[in-house]
């Protein structure tokens, strides 16, 4: 009996962490600012037009 209430206690405390995670994660690319053309592209177009 002690072991099911350890194994359950441990599983909600991993589950807590993985959603912790996981919603940390999504608010951190949530708030980070989009690149624009010119910064995502700007090393293709440099090597493009000077070859």
């Known amino acids: 009996m002690r072991k099911l209430i350890l194994g359950a206690a441990l599983l909600a405390v991993a589950a807590v962490g993985c959603s912790t995670l996981i919603s ?3 608010s ?5 600012k989009p690149a624009t053309f010119s910064e995502r592209f700007a ?7 000077s070859g």
């Open 43 to 49: 090393p293709a177009l440099k090597s493009a037009s």
């Open 24 to 26: 940390a994660s999504l």
């Open 28 to 32: 951190a690319a949530r708030d980070a």
